[in-house]
T-cell receptor, first 113, second 113 residues
C-alpha cells in the first residue's frame, strides 16, 4: 500500500541553524501539507501546497519557513534559522484532491538546542 | 473558525469493554469530520471520516462514529476493546472549501488486561 515517507526520523540542531525536512508523498497525489505537534499540544496545520504554490498557510508559517517541491517526488520544509520553540514533531501529508483524505507520514522529530 | 474538543486526554478501559472517545466540534458551516489513530512511533492513520452522507460511519478495526448535528458531536466507539487498540486518537474537522485539518488535543487510550 502506498505511503508517505519522511526523512530523517529524528534531527537535532543548534538554535539559529537551518534545517530541511524531507517528505516523499504518495506518487499520484497532488496536494501536500505540513503539520507540526509540539510535545503535549495539538497537531497544528502549517501549510498546504498545490501546483507548485502555497495554497493555504497558518499564522505559524512565517518568513522563516518555506516549502518546495524540488523534483517530481520530494516535498521539503525548510526552517531558515531555528528557534527553541521550533522543537516539535513535523508531519507531512498528501492527498489526491483538495477534499480527499490526507495521508500522513510517520513524522520527523526536531529538537532545537 | 473551526475547533475541536476531545473530552479526556487519557481514557483507560479493560480488554473487552466498550470504548467511547468523545469529540465535540465547532463550525459555522457543515463540517467534514475525521478520526485518526497514532500508534507509537508511527504517523497518523485514518480510522474513519464523515463527509455528509450517512451519519453513522464505520471505520477500520471495528470502530465507528456517529455524527450528531444537534449535539455537535462525533464520538468514536468500539464495542469490545482489544489490547492492540492502545494508541493516541485524534478527532479533526475540515470545512468544505478549506484544506487544513483542525485537530483536537488527542486522547490516549490504554487497555487493561
Amino acid at each position: 500500500e502506498p505511503e508517505v515517507t519522511q526523512t530523517p526520523s529524528h534531527q537535532v540542531t543548534q538554535m539559529g541553524q537551518e534545517v530541511i525536512l524531507r517528505c516523499v508523498p504518495i506518487s499520484n497525489h497532488l496536494y501536500f501539507y505540513w503539520y507540526r505537534q509540539i510535545l503535549g499540544q495539538k497537531v497544528e496545520f502549517l501549510v498546504s501546497f498545490y501546483n507548485n504554490e502555497i495554497s493555504e498557510k497558518s499564522e505559524i508559517f512565517d518568513d522563516q519557513f518555506s516549502v518546495e517541491r524540488p523534483d517530481g517526488s520530494n516535498f521539503t520544509l525548510k526552517i531558515r534559522s531555528t528557534k527553541l520553540e521550533d522543537s516539535a514533531m513535523y508531519f507531512c501529508a498528501s492527498s489526491s484532491g483538495t477534499g480527499e483524505t490526507q495521508y500522513f507520514g510517520p513524522g520527523t522529530r526536531l529538537l532545537v538546542l | 473558525a473551526q475547533s475541536v474538543t476531545q473530552l479526556g486526554s487519557h481514557v483507560s478501559v479493560s480488554e473487552g469493554a466498550l470504548v467511547l472517545l468523545r469529540c465535540n466540534y465547532s463550525s459555522s458551516v457543515p463540517p467534514y469530520l475525521f478520526w485518526y489513530v497514532q500508534y507509537p512511533n508511527q504517523g497518523l492513520q485514518l480510522l474513519l471520516k464523515y463527509t455528509s452522507a450517512a451519519t453513522l460511519v464505520k471505520g477500520i478495526n471495528g470502530f465507528e462514529a456517529e455524527f450528531k448535528k444537534s449535539e455537535t458531536s462525533f464520538h468514536l466507539t468500539k464495542p469490545s476493546a482489544h489490547m492492540s487498540d492502545a494508541a493516541e486518537y485524534f478527532c479533526a474537522v475540515r470545512v468544505q472549501g478549506a484544506q487544513k485539518l483542525v485537530f483536537g488535543q488527542g486522547t490516549r487510550l490504554t487497555i487493561n488486561p
